[in-house]
């Protein structure tokens, strides 16, 4: 089962890329999302030019090779582009086991938990509050999920007082049997983090993400040490030493990678595993609509350590106009829970009339041409 072709369907946002082999199989897939038709030049120049000829079925030492060869350039581009080809595989995998990527690393689950994630902070804490009581009311979430700080706001609010106003808005209106999360986006430093981490455990927040620039470690460890409210982080992170570091030192108590970040499904089942080892839950970061989300509930319905829900945006056309009929069937949100397909592979057909208003490039296996 030799890879034959690698295609790439790209816009702006959003790249999809399909897998052929020469044994007539394949699978879709998507590099991450912004700036994806940059990333689509790299699928061609630094992935699948190291990927055709090789084995489809083999996708850790596809991933390895990729890496190997690519030393020098193991940025994030190199990671976006090479998720494209590593979804596609499972893809590939799935279909021909006749198994769901889920059934295939092991899970059974046909939906699972979500929490509602707002992507806005220009948004009023009442406007806030008020939709989140109106999608609670027509699809059932019991957890929701929304922005303080400013990001990388250097301890400066979005506007002076909205966190603390929109943590009291938000439990005031959802009232305590719901649970709140928060998402800060880089935007304290320690002590800052420390304090607001100190009132959102008296209004019973659950989830206090990357309350401090991502890459100054050391601070979050800072902020999880000095508080009880759960920590979380590691949206922005692909590279392995970065992750033993955040786990072997208890940075965070949950961990949150990005499967398109950090290059496929291959690689971020090494971070959960080593986050089981450790004790730490994963809950994936999947901030859209595309296939990211896709991707993360196969996943998170497998692994032993998932964490209680999967991330679910909230924003629909007006926000993410991009997101839009990219593949059918859509996600279907049932009493909070997001419904998990058993069909093979991602269980999904692409658009042809998204296919059609993109650009398209392929590269082949030149030996077999």
């Given amino acids: ?107 059974n689950r046909s939906e699972f938990p979500v929490y509602a994630s707002s992507m806005k902070r220009d948004i009023s804490p009442r406007q806030e509050a008020e939709r989140m009581l109106a999608l609670r009311d027509q699809y059932g979430y019991h957890s929701f999920k929304f922005r303080i700080a400013a990001e990388c706001g250097h301890d400066i609010d979005q506007w002076p007082g909205r966190t603390e106003e929109i943590v009291k808005t938000m439990r005031a209106t959802l009232g305590d049997d719901v649970t709140l999360l928060v998402d800060a986006n880089s935007g304290f430093t320690p002590k800052k983090a420390i304090e607001v981490g100190h009132m959102l455990t008296d209004f019973g927040v659950s989830h206090y993400e990357e309350p401090c620039p991502y890459w100054e470690l050391d601070w979050t460890r800072e902020v999880t040490r000095a508080l009880d409210i759960d920590v979380t982080g590691g949206e922005q992170d692909n590279n392995m ?58 996943f998170m319905a497998a692994i032993e350590n998932a964490g209680k829900y999967v991330e679910f945006s909230i924003e629909g056309s007006d926000y993410y106009p991009w997101q839009q009929h990219i593949f059918s069937p859509g996600f279907e949100i049932r009493d909070g829970n997001l419904l998990l397909s058993d069909k093979p592979g991602w269980g999904i057909e692409i658009e042809p009339e998204w296919i059609a208003l993109s650009d398209y490039r392929v590269s082949y296996n030149k030996a077999s041409s």
């Fill in 1 to 107: 089962m030799i890879i034959s072709s690698v295609e790439t369907f790209a816009t702006e946002y959003v790249s999809l890329v399909r897998v052929r082999t020469d044994d007539g199989d394949e699978g879709w897939g998507q590099v991450s999302p912004y700036h994806a038709d940059l990333t689509a030049e790299v699928v061609h120049r630094q992935v699948a030019s190291h990927v055709l000829g090789m084995d489809a079925d083999d996708i850790e030492a596809l991933n390895q090779v990729v890496l190997d060869r690519e030393h020098k350039f193991q940025g994030t581009y190199l990671y976006r582009a090479l998720c494209g080809v590593d979804s596609a595989l499972w893809d590939i995998r799935g279909k021909r086991a006749g198994k769901s990527v889920s059934q295939l690393l092991g899970g």
């Fill in 241 to 298: 030493i970065v992750w033993k570091q955040m786990i072997d030192s208890h940075a965070v108590d949950i961990v949150q990678p990005d499967i398109c970040y950090m290059g496929g499904i291959t690689r971020t089942l090494k971070v959960a595993e080593y986050a089981k080892q450790a004790g730490i839950p994963c809950t994936l970061h999947s901030a859209n609509l595309s296939m990211v989300t896709l991707f993360s509930l196969h």
